[in-house]
């Protein structure tokens, strides 16, 4: 049986994960080539697993806990795709908040399943508004040292960092990113992308098209410092019904949304790592998007339509309790569905801070 091309993109949460991996599977499947996508959270109800499959990708998802400690779900969940449709290229998303994938991912795809998986280089997308406040001395970031610990984490084991969202990022500015990168990682190599406008996109397919020495750099990491970095995260997954008795704009509803929640988070003082919310309709889709406290909200995949009745995902990562965040989620929701005329129903809320990760399996020296 042929090896599964199997391509693990990481990077802080929000920094353009899924949005690269749609585009890398809109290029590989123009290739002729079939593409598998595998997403990845702490509960159930993923803004990106809905969002994956309204474009029309096929997605498997592992939901519950992320994929170092939920190896086995992994597995399964790629031996599902493969059932279904025999992929010739799997590509991966963990969740944001996750490090030490080489360690408990990639080098367990490695060494105790060899010659499935032709691992590709280990990529993670590099988040400017946050990477600028993490990595610049003296900045306040909006995290907390233990959550800027991960960040830097993450980007200590990448075969190569993405400097994403070069659309909107000044030329000074993509260097001064470069430049902060590299004193830290002075040996990896950096593309800059757009995954919005695929800028870049010619080269993060050459890179990840190589063979050789990759998926290696084991971390030297503490677990206390990354369980408590992580749990600083509010979690929370919610679906709600939407109905109203004159159609409505559904895009103006999913930005009221996240609008109302970063007002009241930025009274609160609470950072956010990413807020998102996907609306499904019968007709369409639409997913609007806050990526940091200093950003505004904004309409990513726009619906364009009108309705009478949408389904509503939020998922939310920010520095708060997540019983506050529960509360203010509810709150902004049905406001935002008032004010169009609509009234929601709720049917799941699930709010957490992320439990110490565990892993499956942890390798400490890299093949
Ligand atoms: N302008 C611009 N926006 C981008 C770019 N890449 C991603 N975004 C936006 O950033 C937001 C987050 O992108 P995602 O692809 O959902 O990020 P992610 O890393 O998958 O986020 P999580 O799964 O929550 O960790 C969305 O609103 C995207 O439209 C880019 O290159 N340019
Ligand atoms: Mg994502």
Redesign the pocket.
């Given at each position: 049986m042929k090896s599964m091309r199997f391509i693990m993109l990481g990077?802080?949460?929000?920094?353009?994960?899924?949005?690269?991996?749609?585009a890398l599977a809109r290029h590989y499947q123009r290739q002729g080539q079939i593409v598998g996508i595998v997403t990845n959270d702490q509960a159930t109800d993923l803004?990106?697993t809905h969002?994956l499959r309204a474009q029309g990708h096929l997605v498997g998802e592992v939901a519950g806990a992320c994929f170092c400690c939920n190896f086995n779900d992994l597995l399964d969940t790629i031996g599902k795709l493969q059932s279904a449709a025999q992929p010739d290229v799997v590509l991966a998303?963990p969740?944001?908040?996750c490090t030490d994938l080489v360690a408990t991912v990639v080098q367990p795809l490695v060494q105790l399943h060899q010659g499935k998986f032709d691992i590709a280089p280990y990529g993670v997308?590099l988040?400017p508004s946050h990477g600028l406040r993490i990595l610049k001395p003296n900045e306040r970031s909006g995290f907390s040292p233990k959550a800027a610990y991960i960040f830097r984490k993450q980007l200590e084991e990448a075969d190569f960092v993405l400097i994403?969202?070069?659309?909107?990022l000044r030329p000074e500015e993509a260097d001064e990113l470069s430049a902060l990168v590299a004193a830290e990682f002075p040996s990896t190599p950096q593309l800059r992308?757009?995954?919005?406008?695929e800028?870049g996109f010619d080269g993060l397919v050459e890179f990840l098209n190589q063979r050789g020495e990759f998926g290696r750099r084991i971390l030297d990491l503490d677990y206390d410092i990354y369980a408590e970095g992580e749990a600083e995260l509010g979690w929370l997954n919610a679906s709600l019904a939407v109905q109203a008795d004159q159609p409505f704009a559904l895009d103006d509803l999913l930005l009221d949304i996240i609008g109302r929640l970063s007002a009241v988070l930025g009274d609160l003082e609470a950072e956010t790592?990413?807020l998102?919310v996907i609306g499904l309709s019968e007709q369409s889709f639409g997913?609007?998007?806050?990526?940091s406290s200093l950003s505004q909200p904004?309409l990513?995949?726009p619906s364009s339509c009108r309705t009478v009745g949408a389904n509503i995902i939020v998922?939310a990562?920010v520095a708060i309790d997540p019983e506050v965040l529960a509360r203010e989620v509810r709150s902004s929701a049905d406001a935002a569905c008032r004010a169009c005329g609509a009234e929601a129903t709720w049917k799941t809320v699930q709010s957490f801070r992320p439990g110490r990760p565990v892993p499956t399996h942890r390798m400490a020296v890299g093949m």
């Open positions: 990077g802080f949460l929000g920094a353009g994960k899924t949005t690269t991996i749609a803004v990106d969002a998303e969740v944001g908040s997308i988040k994403n969202r070069i659309d909107e992308i757009s995954a919005k406008t800028q790592a990413h998102k997913v609007a998007n806050l990526v904004e990513s995949l998922n990562r």
